[in-house]
Nanobody, 123 residues
């Protein structure tokens, strides 16, 4: 079991940057696959980035070269640095965790979720 709490969302103009954080509590944080998802208003939740227990990172094509995912296993924190944000990237951002593997962005495969943090990118 792990509990996840996101923070760091807010409002920025297009081209701005934000750093999201996900603080975890529970057992064996370092063993989890961790992911960031976002859900624009009226749309489905989509994967943004994920990082496995060994530190291997994967990004959605739309955010590659602009976003950076990282984890601090000593502090039990997951980060997402978002640069050059676009208006269409507004929405609620969630962190999530899974224990089985780190092979996809399918939300049902992630058993643990934070409450979300709002990101608004204005044009």
């Amino acid at each position: 079991q792990v509990q996840l709490v996101e923070s760091g969302g807010g409002s920025v103009q297009a081209g701005g940057s934000l750093t999201l954080r996900c603080a975890a509590s529970g057992d064996n944080f370092g063993a989890y696959c961790l992911g960031w998802f976002r859900q624009p208003p009226g749309k489905e939740r989509e994967g943004v980035s994920r990082i496995n227990s060994g530190g291997l990172k994967l990004y959605a094509d739309s955010v590659t070269d602009r976003f950076t995912i990282s984890r601090d296993n000593d502090k039990n924190i997951l980060y997402l640095r978002m640069n050059n944000l676009k208006p269409q990237e507004s929405g609620v951002y969630y962190c999530a965790a899974r224990t089985r593997n780190c092979m996809d962005f399918e939300p049902p495969n992630y058993g643990y979720w934070g409450q979300g943090t709002q990101v608004n990118v204005s044009s």
